[in-house]
Every structure is written in structure tokens, then in C-alpha cells.
């Protein structure tokens, strides 16, 4: 008698891109987070795979209030909306008071942005600094506004860190391990300006704030 032959059911596609940053958002259901983004096919695909709404075409609509009352974290990973909407400060703080409309009150909402100091002009990331993005969120009617580093960069983000001095270091000595020269160049700085301080020259930050 031959044993019993089961056919296990193909495996779930593996994301071709980190998702990593899902786990800043105190949300367990994946459905209230809504993305919208700019990138390829295989992306947004992960994404509904996921059970994630997303849209390309998020702020040419709007939200319905059904949309609003189900949205309880809005997600731009790579910030691209907001470089297209305009290079003046006050037209992106009026950006994101319409975000800020578009999710239901005490939700949350996630910007990735790449930082502005460091980082060559590329049309597919929005570039700013930390305490820019604070501001005009702030301004914008957000609260608890927290900024988190990530590296090597926005698209596959292998450390998203708190910036404090312990998760810094924890973050560089893992992530430079094998370039000697560079670490010890960091841990120079780290003694003379401040573990701190070298948060400013990251190549990428998330943006988490309170709607």
C-alpha cells in the first residue's frame, strides 16, 4: 500500500521588496494601511498580496468617508507625491494637511524621504532632512512626530533604526562590520562630534506622525 501523496499548495511569493517598515505601525490589520507610490508592477503586487490597499492615483481622488473611517495608516515609502506636488515649503505643508484629511483621526501616517545633505538629485525620491519634515508636519496639524533612520536606503531598507545613540551604534557597527576604514572613520566622529550628531548625515529616514 503506497502512502498518501500531498500536494502542498505553491508557496506565497516572496517580497522582492522590504516591507519592513510595516512594523512602525501599531496597526494589526493590514487592510487599514493604504499606500500610495510610484513604483513597478511587482511591488504593488507584494503589497495586495499583503492585503494592502494601494493607489497610484490616491490624491488626484481623494477618499470617500468610508475610505477615511477605513484608513487608519496612509504610507508614502519612497515620499514621491510629495516632490511632485511642489519645491515651495508652504505648498507641501498644505500636501499634507490633506493627508492628514484623508485618515481617520488618531491614525497614523508614514512618509519615507531621503536626506536632502548626502544625497544626489534623483527624481524618484523625495529628499528633505529630519528636522524640515518635523516642521511642516507639525504645521500641518500632526502630532507625535517621530523620525527613524534607515539604511542603506528607502526601497530595501535592511536597519530602520530609532535615532538614539544605543540603536545608532547598533546599526552602524552591523551595518559597516566588514569595512574596517569606514567603521573606524565613524567611531572618530562618534568621540568628536557625538554618536547623535552623525544622524544628520543618514542616507534615509521614515517619518511617523499622529493624524
Not at 99 to 124: C, E, K, Q, T, V
Not at 157 to 172: G, K, S
Not at 173 to 184: E, G, I, M, P, S
Request: hydrophobic residues 45%.
Amino acid at each position: 500500500m503506497q502512502p498518501d501523496v500531498h500536494v502542498h499548495p505553491p508557496a506565497a511569493r516572496v517580497f522582492q521588496y522590504s516591507l519592513d517598515w510595516r512594523f512602525l505601525l501599531p496597526v494589526a490589520d493590514p487592510a487599514k494601511i493604504r499606500l500610495a507610490f510610484e513604483e513597478d508592477a511587482d511591488f504593488g503586487a507584494s503589497l495586495v498580496q499583503a492585503g494592502m490597499p494601494v493607489s497610484n492615483q490616491l490624491f488626484a481622488s481623494g477618499f470617500t468617508e468610508e475610505e477615511r473611517s477605513n484608513t487608519h495608516s496612509l504610507v508614502l515609502p519612497f515620499g514621491l507625491p510629495v516632490r511632485q506636488v511642489s519645491a515651495q515649503p508652504e505648498e507641501q505643508i498644505e500636501f499634507y494637511r490633506s493627508i492628514r484629511r484623508m485618515i481617520h483621526p488618531g491614525g497614523y501616517f508614514l512618509l519615507g524621504f531621503r536626506n536632502s545633505r548626502i544625497s544626489r538629485s534623483d527624481a524618484r525620491y523625495h529628499a528633505s532632512t529630519p528636522p524640515r519634515v518635523a516642521d511642516q508636519l507639525s504645521r500641518a496639524g500632526f502630532s507625535s512626530i517621530k523620525i527613524f533612520g534607515a539604511m542603506p536606503d528607502l526601497l530595501v531598507p535592511e536597519y530602520i533604526f530609532e535615532l538614539n545613540a544605543w540603536a545608532l551604534n547598533f546599526a552602524l557597527q552591523h551595518r559597516f562590520r566588514r569595512k574596517a576604514v569606514l567603521l573606524n572613520m565613524l567611531h572618530i566622529l562618534a568621540r568628536t562630534v557625538g554618536l547623535v550628531r552623525i544622524s544628520n548625515f543618514l542616507p534615509c529616514y521614515f517619518a511617523l506622525a499622529t493624524a
